[in-house]
């Protein structure tokens, strides 16, 4: 168990500028119902219907790379909701630089381990990088993380909770084969008063499975990298 030494929210904050990739976000099994892409009346995606799917399938795994202003570094994530437990390792993305942290969950307890001092540079992100003499292991509550956004790039229940939240218009714009699995592709662009998962974004799509009526991919783009 990492050590517990509390984070506070000032802390987490500067994470919400991080820039990743996300590879097909995959569920577990169905979790009962038809498994068809659920819509609102307006047409466009049901996020908080596809959360609740997902939550109530098995556990998922995240794969991919983030990029951004020629700084890159891979994204691995395993997330279980019931029970809730989960590793996320991604990158904090600055001035051109990749600082590596990893989360994980049991149940209320988070813990945040940053990168060693050793990375660490003038402009560093606080929450990037273990201060010298401190531990790189930080506790905290899965509801502090929630709350302040770090995490809802790399976790679809939470991306599509925001989404719900936010009432973002996910509209349908084609159909395309991801990983071998026909799905649905939903789009939605920034524009003044319209903000997007992350801060930057010019644009957040969505792959849904037609059979499953889970995620099968994410993208969020920006002028200088993406998260896919």
Same mark, same amino acid.
Do not use: H, N
């Given at each position: 168990?990492?050590?517990?030494?509390?984070?506070?929210?000032?802390?987490?904050?500067?994470?919400?500028?991080?820039?990743?990739?996300?590879?097909?976000?995959? +569920? +577990?099994?169905? @979790?009962?119902?038809? +498994?068809?892409?659920?819509?609102? =009346?307006? &047409?466009?995606?049901?996020?908080?219907?596809?959360?609740?799917?997902?939550?109530?399938? &098995?556990?998922? @795994?995240?794969?991919?790379?983030?990029?951004?202003?020629?700084?890159?570094?891979?994204?691995?994530?395993?997330?279980?909701?019931?029970?809730?437990?989960?590793?996320?390792?991604?990158?904090?993305?600055?001035? &051109?630089?990749?600082?590596?942290?990893?989360?994980?969950?049991? @149940?209320?307890?988070?813990?945040?381990?940053?990168?060693?001092?050793?990375?660490?540079?003038?402009?560093?992100?606080?929450?990037?990088?273990?201060?010298?003499?401190?531990?790189?292991?930080?506790?905290?509550?899965?509801?502090?993380?929630?709350?302040? @956004?770090?995490?809802?790039?790399?976790?679809?229940?939470?991306?599509? =909770?925001?989404?719900?939240?936010?009432?973002?218009?996910?509209?349908?714009?084609?159909?395309?084969?991801?990983?071998?699995?026909?799905?649905?592709?939903?789009?939605?662009?920034?524009?003044? &008063?319209?903000?997007?998962?992350?801060?930057?974004?010019?644009?957040?799509?969505?792959?849904?499975?037609?059979?499953?009526?889970?995620?099968?991919?994410?993208?969020?783009?920006?002028?200088?990298?993406?998260?896919?």
């Amino acid at each position: 168990m990492p050590p517990r030494r509390r984070f506070v929210a000032r802390q987490v904050v500067v994470a919400l500028v991080v820039v990743c990739t996300l590879g097909a976000c995959s +569920g +577990g099994r169905d @979790g009962g119902g038809t +498994g068809r892409v659920a819509l609102t =009346e307006a &047409g466009t995606l049901d996020a908080a219907a596809t959360a609740k799917r997902l939550r109530a399938g &098995g556990p998922i @795994g995240l794969a991919g790379q983030a990029s951004r202003a020629g700084a890159s570094a891979p994204v691995r994530a395993r997330i279980s909701y019931r029970p809730a437990r989960a590793v996320y390792r991604f990158p904090i993305l600055a001035g &051109g630089r990749a600082y590596r942290v990893q989360v994980r969950r049991i @149940g209320d307890d988070a813990w945040l381990r940053r990168a060693p001092a050793s990375a660490g540079r003038a402009g560093a992100p606080v929450v990037a990088v273990t201060p010298r003499g401190q531990r790189r292991w930080l506790a905290g509550t899965a509801a502090q993380l929630q709350g302040l @956004g770090i995490l809802v790039p790399y976790d679809p229940v939470l991306l599509l =909770e925001w989404t719900s939240r936010t009432e973002l218009p996910l509209r349908k714009v084609g159909a395309e084969v991801v990983r071998g699995e026909p799905s649905l592709r939903f789009r939605v662009t920034a524009r003044p &008063g319209r903000f997007l998962p992350m801060a930057g974004a010019t644009v957040f799509e969505m792959w849904v499975s037609s059979g499953r009526g889970v995620p099968t991919r994410v993208r969020i783009g920006f002028d200088d990298g993406e998260v896919r």
